[in-house]
């Protein structure tokens, strides 16, 4: 914990990267979690993540721009210690800095591309209502179906993309300031 007198002054970010560089070594360690992190926590764990991977020659903008890839997690895993989950929004943030944001179509797939994973609960929710028609009569099923209607989804998954961006453009243009 950074007292607020010292905060962002850059203690929290080499306190983090401290504690990365003790455990990296350490092949006792798979990865380093962090649970229910506070939104400030996550922002600080992306600068981070996101400055130690665009070190990395598979997080390199050339590659990035392919997509994510199961390598892409792989050598996070391996190099520094980060989980799929973690993995995926660095590649995000390093993508949107990568990414020519007045390109239509380069900006288009980028945003398709996050947006297919920001889909994934809305496609799991989709898959629960498929178990519920066998166990609810029409009127109850109806109930909960209107509760989660089309329009409504479109405009949540939209709501997050937003939130989820302008994370990203400050964390991106943290990392570039490097």
């Known amino acids: 914990m950074i007292l607020p007198p010292f905060q962002r002054q850059g ?7 401290t504690i990365y560089n003790q455990y990296l070594g350490d092949e006792r360690v798979l990865d380093m979690t962090a649970e ?3 939104d400030e926590f996550a922002a600080l764990r992306d600068y981070v993540d996101a400055r130690n991977c665009s070190r ?3 997080y390199q ?17 391996k190099e520094l210690k980060l989980n799929k989950q973690q993995a995926r929004r660095v590649y995000e943030i390093l993508r949107l800095r990568a990414t020519d944001r007045s390109n239509p179509l380069e900006y288009r797939n980028y945003r398709l ?25 029409p009127d109850e099923l109806a109930a909960t179906i209107a509760s989660t209607g089309l329009e409504e989804r479109h405009q949540k998954l939209n709501s997050l993309y937003e939130l989820t961006e302008q994370s990203y453009l400050r964390t991106a243009e943290k ?4």
Request: hydrophobic fraction near 35%; glycine fraction near 4%; avoid cysteine.
């Open 36 to 38: 229910d992190p506070s």
């Open 61 to 77: 903008p050339s590659v990035i721009r392919s997509g994510f890839t199961p390598e892409l997690a792989r050598q996070a895993q």
């Open 11 to 17: 203690h929290g970010a080499e306190l983090l990267q």
């Open 56 to 58: 990395l020659s598979s």
């Open 175 to 178: 990392v570039a300031t490097v």
């Open 113 to 137: 591309d996050v947006k297919r994973r920001l889909n994934k609960p809305f496609q799991k929710q989709q898959s629960e209502i498929k178990k519920l028609q066998q166990v609810l009569d």
